[in-house]
């Protein structure tokens, strides 16, 4: 349960420090005195969005903490899975600093705003005066009906799947659509792997094709080059160059003996000789090994237009390039039977899935469709106590082919508020006063279901008065056995029956306004009921009367 409040720069909140007890306690105050501003600091401990417009003093960070009893309610697993220190009395804190930032504390331990959300939806339940428009909403209707069957963990396990389902989903139609796409280009890359390997390509065969040309090309040339320098060399009758070495070799034999300088030079020109003996046996080789083939010649251009050819069609520079688009394209049809294997094995998951969500959400439909008897048994008890004793309430329930967040069951809340009137929507039919009745009714039914120690009622008795306010008193009473409840409220019937009073109000300090908040004693109880009841010209009836109202209704109690 909520033990303590505190409050530091929200609004026109400079300061507060609240003390709250078990049972019912509320709280009281002129229209526009700051019950609202109350309640919007604790909505920020359940997560709710801040920003700088909450800051009293725009120069100053805004501090909301409260501290909750935690015993009984096995909130210990919570505090482990988080990494938190489990206390009895644990302290949750939001600040906000001028620059809109939020930080979050549990027991002074830094924590998002996903795990505040959760653990404070674990301990407070808001309900204002609009919330009953939800009544209309099918989603809050599915999770009103999922609380009071206790779906807590069947919903759990659906979600998951429901998110497990839908990422293979995902992955299978993304897939599906890549392989849809490479369908169109296997042709293509079919077609273009048998040209090239019909190709017989090999890497640097361009460079020795065009070698080959160009010597073919110049064949004649060539021969007869080579013909005319082998002739010089060794063939020529008088001047042939290696005869002429020869010669020239005679006469340093002759000088050899005379000296080193001389064998020096002797073996010099006995080297070259050789060398030029072996160039003139290469080029006679070179020679009689060039043909001339124009056949050749023009099977070799054949080859080379080929391959320019296929450069140009594919855009490469080269054979090799030609060999990796080869590679790549055999990758790729490879590539595009794995993923149709993928695929298969995607579809089989997912279906796998799907099956596993559908038999999940029929459990939900079976737990819903359990608990409708007793729940409209309960709710038409409760509106009897709210004094609607001649309405009918009924909840449909109706399935749907396809899985949604919350299954695939739609859910109906039918009601009229008179007899022999048919059941039709109640979002369509119900008024102010009846919506909040119904509501309250739905509220207390539910929260008896689950384990939630704290439930605020924020002025949901809009439309209600005389005796049906009684009735409302008596409902939040009887509620408050079981949980602490914590009513705002403008009627004098609910201000009456708490076991502990609060008042709000406005003050000026200085030059600026603020809003204030106290508890009431006995006499200040008559007081602010007596208000309640005849407005600021309190007259000894109207005392009397909130005397009696009070004393009434704590013998109703007893």
Request: hydrophobic share 40%.
């Amino acid at each position: 349960m909520l033990r303590s409040l505190q409050i530091s720069n929200y609004a026109l909140i400079r300061s507060l420090d609240i003390t709250f007890e078990e049972g019912l306690t509320v709280i009281t105050g002129e229209t526009g005195a700051g019950k609202s501003i109350l309640m919007g600091a604790l909505a920020l401990l359940l997560g709710n969005r801040a920003d700088t417009e909450v800051l009293y003093d725009k120069q100053k960070k805004c501090v909301v903490e409260a501290q909750f009893d935690l015993q009984g309610l096995a909130l210990e697993p919570f505090f482990e899975d988080n990494d938190l220190d489990y206390l009895d009395l644990t302290t949750i804190r939001r600040e906000i600093n001028e620059h809109s930032r939020s930080r979050a504390f549990v027991n002074d331990t830094p924590v998002n705003l996903n795990v505040l959300k959760d653990l404070s939806s674990r301990l407070i339940d808001i309900h204002s005066q609009h919330q009953s428009l939800l009544l209309g909403d099918p989603l809050f209707r599915l999770r009103m009906l999922d609380q009071y069957a206790q779906n807590a963990d069947l919903r759990t396990q659906y979600h998951q799947t429901l998110g497990a389902w839908r990422q293979a989903e995902q992955q299978y139609r993304a897939l599906q659509q890549q392989c849809a796409e490479q369908a169109l280009q296997q042709e293509f890359r079919q077609y273009t792997v048998q040209e090239l390997e019909k190709a017989q390509l090999q890497s640097g065969e361009q460079e020795e094709l065009e070698q080959q040309v160009r010597i073919l090309s110049n064949a004649e040339d060539i021969k007869s080059r080579l013909y005319r320098a082998s002739y010089t060399l060794s063939e020529q009758e008088q001047y042939a160059v290696i005869q002429l070495l020869k010669s020239v070799q005679q006469e340093l034999d002759a000088l050899s003996d005379i000296g080193p300088d001389f064998q020096e030079l002797q073996q010099r020109l006995h080297a070259a000789s050789v060398e030029v003996e072996d160039i003139a046996y290469d080029i006679s080789l070179k020679e009689s090994g060039v043909e001339v083939n124009p056949h050749e010649l023009e099977r070799l251009n054949e080859r080379l237009d080929q391959l320019n050819t296929l450069q140009h069609k594919y855009q490469v520079e080269d054979v090799d390039g030609l060999l990796a688009l080869k590679e790549r394209l055999e990758s790729e049809l490879a590539n595009y039977g794995d993923h149709q294997e993928q695929l298969r094995q995607l579809d089989q998951s997912r279906q796998q899935l799907y099956g596993q969500l559908m038999k999940l959400a029929r459990a939900l439909s079976q737990t819903r469709e359990k608990v409708i008897p007793t729940l409209r048994k309960e709710m038409l008890s409760r509106l009897v106590t709210l004094g609607m004793p001649h309405s009918a309430f009924e909840i449909e329930l109706t399935q749907s082919d396809a899985p949604s967040a919350e299954g695939i069951d739609q859910v109906t809340f039918l009601f009229s508020a008179n007899k022999g009137v048919p059941v039709t929507d109640m979002a369509k039919v119900a008024s102010g006063g009846e919506m909040s009745r119904l509501m309250l009714s739905l509220k207390s039914i539910i929260t008896d279901s689950v384990v939630l120690p704290t439930i605020i009622f924020d002025e949901i008795d809009t439309g209600i008065s005389g005796e049906t306010a009684l009735k409302v008193a008596s409902v939040m009473s009887e509620l408050s056995r079981r949980h602490q409840v914590i009513a705002i409220t403008h009627l004098p019937q609910i201000a009456a029956s708490g076991r502990q009073h609060f008042l709000v109000y406005k003050e000026t300090q200085g030059a600026d306004t603020v809003t204030n908040i106290r508890t009431l004693d006995e006499a200040e109880r008559e007081h602010a009921i007596a208000v309640m009841l005849s407005g600021e010209q309190i007259t000894p009836s109207a005392t009397a009367t909130a005397r009696e109202l009070i004393h009434s209704l704590r013998q109703s109690k007893s």
